[in-house]
């Protein structure tokens, strides 16, 4: 049977490969022998080059008609013998006898018309006959009153020789009438479509299939084309696996924009704010409700400037102002202190005294104690009461400034700002919030973790997210509904499919078998299970259209069916390579526990299989359907057991024999090609009436 895997292991004891649901491939009988296994056919029936389907031989098809004196018809498995009017078949089942009526003519006749009946027997005698040699012809024989008449079948046209049939390439004229392929066989030809096409009732015209017309092709938008089709995604979304869409993470492109926080919504995105901060109306930035930001310059006349840089403290920042000129004490978010000594004065001016002159610029930052906000006094209120003290602070200062200095307390350490030169030690880098000193610097969070700033400490990535690069503030989403099985994970390899594709109880009547992100590439370390458990008396149909496993993993990755998950059950089905044809199968168990496994090496397409359960009064029918050869023998059935919706059709009235009525005698005419119609109706006639 074509499609078939076979399985050669070099083990011992000996493995019989015959001992399997398949037969071994073998479309009659199969005997193991040690180390292999060999097909054979029954009688009147050659096996073929791939050594497992069996062609019918043509009895009639030698120089002998097949022992017939007349005329030879080829039966599936056997021939028949048949004689011309007048004629009637002998005993034996090759000869032709004259009948009776005939006989009884020449017997009432004179001497003289018996003498002329001996005459034309011997001149028959003496003539070719079709009952020696076929009378010379390569196919069909018939004997005429001037001697033997030879004829070639449909396909073949006879020589000049007036015996030998030749076979017409069909193909050589128009391309036999086919749209896009044709291939010539003996007596015959094939048309065939390119991918993306199928071939319609009339066996030669090719009609684009509209993918889109099949469910669950794409997630979200499909559009059909000419011989393939293109699945878009709806905005927020970016494709995936080439059907599939996942929700684009906004926030991990420049924290989407946000100058705070970023939080990523199905399709969308937004932007929020720490407590005491307001959205802006640009909808990105955060307005501070809670700090107040002002610069206040102090001016000195005389001194000197030694301030080198502006230094920026983040935390612990507290400014200290002697008790006897100020009694408030403020929380700052950072003061920012800037000096630089007045211009001189250029010209002829320039030779004169100049006097110099020092500002000393202090930014300060300053945050609302939110002991301050009460039941009766909101953040605004108790920032307008902040801001009245520090505009006190600020005068302060200044008075301070006006007589020697000033003074700042960072990190528990005072600073003075004198007019005598002011000289600061240098800082020690800081690690912002969430950062962590490893040795003299800040270190990053490892992939699979994030932190609000990329630094340690940092948190797991959640189930469902993963993060493949160091020092990230967020984690992107698996996308598409998918998990992951833990936390920290940091390849979108570790995002696991869907519940609904992967795994889980099937439906009592029909349904199918998917890998993850198929038709995309399945990802690393899978493993998929499902269960078919039929309604009482149903048994199991299996069609698998195609299958793309990587031979190069050594059975890494693999499909098995089995009566349940233990080793030692009855297997029905088990690969780990690609097969391109397709197979149909039934379950040698009445339940199947399926199993799908991925290593961590190469990846590929992988599968789509439908199954059907059927009323197991049908198992013998269904069984003669599958095995034979004819079923996949020709490409055009092999597209039907590829066709989405043909397999549905045939399942459809497979699982519930009723709907048969809803298609009509047009539509299936219209649906399958008439020699997949014939092999299903011989199948049919037969299994209903045996007796006829």
């Known amino acids: 049977m074509v499609g078939v895997e076979v399985y050669i292991m070099m083990a011992k004891p000996d493995i019989d490969e015959c001992d399997n649901d398949f037969n071994g491939g073998c479309v009659h009988e199969c005997f193991n022998i040690p180390g292999n296994y060999r097909c054979t056919c029954y009688d009147g029936f050659m096996l073929a080059h791939d050594g497992h389907n069996c062609l019918d031989i043509d009895e009639c098809d030698n120089d002998f008609n097949g022992g017939c004196v007349h005329e030879c018809f080829n039966i599936p498995g056997n021939y028949r013998c048949t004689c011309y009017d007048g004629f009637m078949l002998a005993h034996d089942g090759h000869n032709c006898l004259e009948r009776e009526e005939a006989a009884v003519e020449v017997l009432e ?23 020696v040699n076929n009378g010379g012809c390569d196919r069909t024989c018939k004997d005429t009153s001037t001697g033997v008449h030879c004829s070639c079948p449909v396909g073949f046209t006879l020589q000049f020789d007036g015996k030998t049939c030749k076979d017409i390439d069909e193909c050589q004229s128009n391309n036999g009438g086919c749209d896009h392929f044709c291939k010539n066989t003996v007596g015959s030809f094939d048309c065939s479509c390119r991918k993306g096409f199928k071939l319609l009732t009339d066996e030669k015209s090719c009609q684009d299939i509209d993918e889109c017309s099949f469910e669950r092709t794409c997630d979200h938008t499909c559009i059909n084309h000419p011989g393939t089709f293109e699945c878009t995604c709806n905005k ?29 919504t199905p399709g969308d995105y937004e932007c929020l704010c720490h407590s005491n901060y307001k959205l802006h109306w640009n909808r990105k930035d955060c307005v501070d409700i809670s700090t107040i930001k002002i610069s206040v310059t102090f001016k000195l006349s005389e001194g000197k400037c030694s301030l080198k840089k502006t230094e920026m403290f983040q935390e612990g920042l507290e400014q200290m102002i002697p008790e006897r000129h100020n009694s408030v004490m403020e929380s700052f978010q950072y003061v920012n202190l800037t000096c630089s000594s007045g211009k001189k004065v250029h010209g002829a001016l320039s030779r004169l005294p100049a006097t110099r002159e020092i500002f000393i610029t202090a930014d300060f930052e300053l945050e609302t104690s939110q002991k301050e906000v009460t039941d009766t006094c909101d953040v605004r209120c108790a920032r307008r009461k902040t801001e009245k003290r520090f505009r006190k602070t600020i005068r302060t200062l200044r008075k301070t400034v006006s007589r020697d200095q000033f003074r700042v307390r960072v990190s528990g350490m005072d ?15 800081s690690c912002g919030a969430g950062q962590m000193h490893v040795g003299s610097r800040c270190d990053q969070c490892s992939p699979g973790e994030y932190s609000p700033d990329g630094f340690k400490p940092c948190l797991p990535c959640p189930i469902g997210t993963y993060q493949p690069e160091a020092g990230r503030v967020s984690c992107f989403p698996c996308g598409g509904g998918l998990t992951t099985r833990h936390s920290s994970t940091s390849s979108f390899q570790d995002c696991e499919t869907k519940d609904r594709q992967c795994g889980g109880e099937l439906g009592d009547y029909t349904g199918y078998i998917e890998s993850p992100n198929y038709p995309g590439d399945y990802p690393a370390n ?11 008396k149903r048994r199991i149909l299996i069609v698998v259209p195609e299958i793309f496993l990587p031979i190069e993993d050594e059975c890494g990755d693999y499909l098995v069916m089995r009566k349940s998950s233990s080793s030692n059950s009855v297997t029905t089905y088990e690969t780990c390579q690609t097969y ?32 059907v359960t059927y009323d197991e009064d049908y198992q013998e029918l269904i069984e003669d359907i599958v095995r034979d050869g004819r079923l996949y023998a ?48 011989s199948k049919v006639s037969r299994f209903l009436r045996p007796y006829k």
């Open 634 to 681: 020709s490409e055009n059935h092999q597209e039907i057991l590829k066709d989405k919706k043909l397999i549905k059709a045939l399942f459809d009235v497979l699982a519930h024999p009723q709907n048969y009525f809803k298609y009509t005698a047009q539509e299936s005419r219209e649906m399958f090609p008439r020699s997949f119609i014939r092999l299903l109706r």
């Open 580 to 611: 391109e044809r397709p197979i149909a199968f039934t379950s040698r168990s009445k339940k199947l526990w399926i199993q799908f496994k991925s290593n961590e090496g190469n990846s590929a397409k992988g599968f789509q299989v439908p199954y």
């Open 526 to 536: 899978t493993e998929c299970t499902w269960n078919i458990n039929p309604p009482p």
């Open 415 to 429: 600073h003075e700002v004198a007019r005598k030169s002011l000289k600061l030690s240098e800082p020690q880098q």
């Open 236 to 264: 927020g979304y970016a494709l995936y696996g080439f059907t599939h869409c996942g929700d684009i993470n906004e926030c991990s492109i420049n924290n989407g924009g946000c100058q705070q926080l970023c939080v990523n």
């Open 109 to 131: 006749g004179n001497a003289t018309a018996g003498a002329d009946v001996d005459k034309r027997v011997k001149r028959r005698l003496l003539m070719e006959t079709c009952a």
